[in-house]
Structure formats: structure tokens, C-alpha cells
């Protein structure tokens, strides 16, 4: 059990972890390079701590102690005590939920070693996600949280997507990024045959008008598949597009040619999970 210590300089040292967490772009670079993530509220916290993530230290306000005691008794790591104003000092913003967490980052698993059944493809149904150019931490933090939600087995990344364990997109998720695996498909998009060799179907979600409406898209299919979604503004590009075995599309109406990237992923998500 780690003993709580009081903290009242903002510049103290032992706050580094926590310092300008609203700067995006200093703390996109900062954290994966320094090995570390921010898990922000208690839920989140406790869903990275039984995930297996070690913890590095923790930020709390006084009213947290009580709540969190449980998981103070469980960790030698060092818990940092301070008020509010000073919270908001170090990190940049209002804490509101008074509860923050440095986790050390595990190593990110080969492609190969989060697909479901790879030395069987026949015999193991699986579906994945593949995200290219997803950059928005909440919507892919939001896509996390659905691909936990509707059964989807891991989440492949290409190397542009914004990084799962940045602070938004674990909060937009819920902690859902700790409990989907995930890995970074290099070279892109080349290393889309390695899920093919896997037994895996490639289906590109896309608003063409060409496309395979996904509920005529046969349920031999969608047994083990991979559902590929691109970019909030500009969808796949053309190489993933050709990379892909068959182009789906969800039907719409009212003339309306598209979804947001969150909405298009539940719904697609759900049909592959539940109708195949």
C-alpha cells in the first residue's frame, strides 16, 4: 500500500506526468516515447489497473481518497494529494472528476498475435475492425467503446490513426481500449495481406454507390471478417479501397450519403457481430 502525500508546488517534480494534458500535440509525442498513458476518473483508473496495466502514480484530490482506497491499498506506486486549483495548475484544465493516473504502456502485440484463431482460419469465426486515418481521439475512442460493445475481437490500426491510449480517446471509450486488442498494420496497406492469409475478408465500408448493401452480404462472409473504415472526412483512400476483397455499404434514405464515422461503426459493427 502506497502512503497518500500531500502536494502543494506545482512545479514539484513527482506531478511531471500529469503537466499541460490539454497541449495535444507535446503530449502525442511525449507519452508514447516516455512509455506512459493518463487514465482520468475512477472508472477509467479501475478499468486500466484490471486490465493489467501497472500504475505509475496517481493525482487526487482529497474528496477521492475515500473512493479510491481500495485501489490505493492494492499499488506501491506513489499517490500525489492536492487541491483543486492546483490540479488545474499542472495539468491545464478543471479535473472535475478529481481523479487521474499515469499507467505505464505494455508492449504493442504483432498483428498476427491478437486475430482470433490465425493457425485455424476455417474453424474460428472472428471479426475485426481495421481504422485508417483515424486522427480524432473521441471518434476513435467512441469506435473503441462499439467494437467493445457489439463482439468485435481486436482492432488493427494503420500507422496514421491517433493513438489509442492518448487521455480523450480512453475517456470517449470508457476504458473500452483496455479491454479490445489492438495493433498497427505496417506497411499500409500492404499489411492488409496478412489478414487475408489469416482467412479474414476485407470489407470496405465505403458510400459508393456500387457497394454491397451489408445485409445482402452473405453470412458465409461475415464469419470471419475484417470491416474497414477510413477517415472522417475523405472515407478509405483509393489504395485501401483496391486493398479490400468486397466494397459494403450501409443503405440510407432521404438522400442522405453518409454517417459519422461513430455511427457508421456501431451499425456496421452490428451487422457483421449479430447477422452472420
Given at each position: 500500500?502506497s502512503?497518500p ?5 506545482p ?12 497541449d495535444?500535440?507535446?503530449r ?16 477509467v483508473?479501475r478499468?486500466?489497473?484490471?486490465a493489467?496495466?501497472?500504475m505509475?502514480?496517481?493525482?487526487l ?7 479510491m482506497?481500495?485501489?490505493?491499498a492494492?499499488?506501491d ?6 487541491e483543486?486549483?492546483l ?16 499507467m505505464?504502456r ?10 482470433p ?10 471479426r ?59 506497411p ?8 487475408r492469409?489469416?482467412?479474414?475478408t ?25 470491416v474497414?473504415?477510413?477517415?472522417e472526412?475523405?472515407?478509405l ?18 438522400d442522405?450519403d ?6 457508421a ?12
Amino acid at each position: 500500500m502506497s502512503e497518500p502525500s500531500t502536494v502543494i508546488d506545482p512545479a514539484d517534480p513527482r506531478l511531471a506526468d500529469y503537466t499541460d494534458l490539454t497541449d495535444v500535440e507535446l503530449r502525442r509525442r511525449r507519452e508514447p516515447a516516455e512509455g506512459l498513458f493518463i487514465a482520468e476518473g475512477e472508472k477509467v483508473i479501475r478499468r486500466a489497473v484490471a486490465a493489467g496495466y501497472r500504475m505509475r502514480s496517481m493525482l487526487l484530490t482529497a474528496k477521492w481518497l475515500d473512493v479510491m482506497a481500495d485501489v490505493i491499498a492494492e499499488t506501491d506506486a506513489p499517490v500525489h494529494v492536492v487541491e483543486p486549483a492546483l490540479a488545474e495548475a499542472v495539468t491545464g484544465y478543471h479535473v472535475h472528476r478529481g481523479a487521474l493516473a499515469s499507467m505505464e504502456r505494455q508492449p504493442l502485440p504483432a498483428v498476427a498475435d491478437i486475430l482470433p484463431g490465425a493457425g485455424s482460419p476455417d474453424s474460428a469465426p472472428s471479426r475485426v475492425v481495421v481504422l485508417e486515418g483515424i486522427v480524432d481521439h473521441a471518434n476513435l475512442g467512441a469506435v473503441y467503446r462499439s467494437a467493445a460493445a457489439l463482439g468485435m475481437d481486436a482492432v488493427l490500426l494503420s500507422p496514421d490513426c491517433a493513438d489509442p491510449l492518448y487521455r480523450r480517446a480512453v475517456k470517449v471509450s470508457m476504458g473500452a481500449v483496455f479491454t479490445v486488442p489492438y495493433a498497427r498494420l505496417e506497411p499500409w496497406p500492404g499489411s492488409l495481406a496478412a489478414l487475408r492469409e489469416a482467412g479474414y475478408t476485407i470489407l470496405a465500408l465505403t458510400p459508393a454507390p456500387d457497394a454491397v448493401p451489408l445485409d445482402e452480404v452473405p453470412a458465409a462472409t461475415l464469419r470471419r471478417c475484417a470491416v474497414m473504415l477510413g477517415s472522417e472526412g475523405n472515407g478509405l483512400t483509393a489504395k485501401a479501397l483496391e486493398a479490400a476483397d468486397l466494397k459494403v455499404r450501409i443503405p440510407m434514405s432521404h438522400d442522405i450519403d453518409s454517417l459519422n464515422i461513430a455511427a457508421a461503426a456501431a451499425i456496421s459493427f452490428y451487422a457483421v457481430a449479430h447477422h452472420s
